[in-house]
């Protein structure tokens, strides 16, 4: 089983690494589009903590011995650049919703890797991965908190909100205990 939780952490890391790629270029072509004022500064915060996600995701995959997967280097650049580039088109609505859906799946993918992480027995990486989840949660709340009130979500409708943000690590530390009085009683407590 360790084997198996270290081959899926380093594919979720390999798949987290290419995907901070991408943000980092969609969110500087994002904050680019839109003036001046909180929401732009607000955006390059975000593009900063994704370029910052990719140096820690890095450097896990390099202790694990694992490497970015070339193709999805590729694939992501280009992905990152198109939506830098869409965002000086496709108005204010389209980047702030997509950036948000795209957020709350963030959140479990490197909750999936703490998990993958722990099973695997790289307990010291689960800290820094449970702390990117809360800020890629806090990403998704503000650009949650931007669209909706929108008049356009009558036609897409939000995407399900994640659970509170201290839930993370809740969640986390009560894993594998669920079906257990007691881990039903701390997450209940």
Same mark, same amino acid.
């Given at each position: 089983?360790?084997?198996?939780? %270290?081959?899926?952490?380093?594919?979720?890391? @390999?798949?987290?690494?290419?995907?901070? &790629? +991408? +943000?980092?270029? +969609?969110?500087?072509? *994002?904050?680019?589009?839109?003036?001046?004022?909180?929401?732009?500064?607000?955006? @390059? @915060?975000?593009?900063?903590?994704?370029?910052? *996600? %990719?140096?820690?995701?890095?450097?896990?995959?390099?202790? &694990?011995?694992?490497?970015?997967?070339?193709? %999805?280097?590729?694939?992501?650049?280009?992905?990152?650049?198109?939506?830098?580039?869409?965002?000086?088109?496709?108005?204010?609505?389209?980047?702030?919703?997509?950036?948000?859906?795209?957020?709350?799946? #963030?959140?479990?993918?490197?909750?999936?890797?703490?998990?993958?992480?722990?099973?695997?027995?790289?307990?010291?990486?689960?800290?820094?991965?449970?702390?990117?989840?809360?800020?890629?949660?806090?990403?998704?709340?503000?650009? %949650?908190?931007?669209? &909706?009130? *929108?008049?356009?979500?009558?036609?897409?409708?939000?995407?399900?909100?994640?659970?509170?943000?201290?839930?993370?690590?809740?969640?986390? #530390? *009560?894993?594998? =205990?669920? #079906? =257990?009085?007691?881990?039903?009683?701390?997450?209940?407590?």
């Amino acid at each position: 089983m360790p084997i198996d939780a %270290r081959a899926k952490l380093v594919r979720q890391l @390999q798949g987290a690494y290419s995907g901070e &790629l +991408a +943000a980092g270029y +969609a969110y500087r072509g *994002h904050w680019k589009s839109i003036r001046e004022g909180p929401d732009r500064t607000r955006i @390059q @915060q975000i593009e900063a903590e994704e370029w910052h *996600h %990719r140096e820690l995701v890095g450097g896990m995959l390099r202790a &694990l011995g694992g490497k970015p997967s070339p193709i %999805r280097e590729v694939i992501f650049w280009c992905i990152g650049r198109f939506i830098a580039a869409f965002c000086h088109v496709g108005g204010w609505f389209a980047p702030m919703y997509g950036a948000g859906r795209l957020e709350r799946g #963030n959140i479990v993918e490197y909750e999936e890797a703490a998990a993958f992480a722990s099973e695997c027995g790289h307990d010291e990486m689960v800290d820094c991965i449970l702390t990117m989840a809360e800020v890629e949660w806090e990403h998704e709340f503000f650009f %949650r908190s931007k669209v &909706l009130d *929108h008049w356009m979500l009558r036609i897409f409708k939000v995407w399900p909100a994640p659970p509170p943000k201290e839930t993370i690590r809740k969640a986390f #530390n *009560h894993r594998g =205990t669920e #079906n =257990t009085e007691e881990g039903r009683m701390k997450a209940e407590g």
